[in-house]
């Protein structure tokens, strides 16, 4: 089993930042990947971003790119989000999520483990 637990959540006004953490514990193998993805309200879950935990490849999301960066500190068991340059619409809640599949996927549907959920409001 896996238990995510993510943090760093907040209010913050457009074009500030603000740097999500999500510590791992658990059987963390070296081929999971670990992804972003956040939810506002009304609106399907979407994926933000995604790492090999081994490896260190990032994807992201169009509507991200240039402004977020997701790395990952094995030491720590952790994957951090930095958010940089945010708008309104980047308000949801977002959600850390493992996978145990070699390859990376966009799909909520392939991560079986997720966290709680933190919550991040950018005010305009």
């Known amino acids: 089993q896996v238990q995510l637990v993510e943090s760093g959540g907040g209010l913050v006004q457009a074009g500030g930042s603000l740097r999500l953490s999500c510590a791992a514990s658990?059987?963390?193998?070296?081929?999971?990947?670990m992804a972003w993805f956040r939810q506002a309200p009304g609106k399907e879950r979407e994926f933000v971003s995604a790492?090999?935990?081994?490896?260190?490849?990032?994807y992201y999301a169009d509507s991200v790119k240039g402004r977020f960066t997701i790395s990952r500190d094995n030491t720590k068991n952790t994957v951090y989000l930095q958010m940089n340059s945010l708008k309104p619409e980047d308000t949801a809640v977002y959600y850390c999520?493992?996978?145990?599949?070699?390859?990376?996927?966009?799909?909520?549907?392939?991560?079986?483990?997720w966290g709680q959920g933190t919550q991040v409001t950018v005010s305009s």
């Open positions: 999520a493992a996978q145990s599949v070699a390859a990376v996927t966009t799909s909520k549907s392939e991560y079986p483990y």
């Open positions: 658990g059987r963390i193998f070296s081929s999971y990947a």
């Open positions: 790492i090999r935990w081994s490896g260190g490849s990032t």
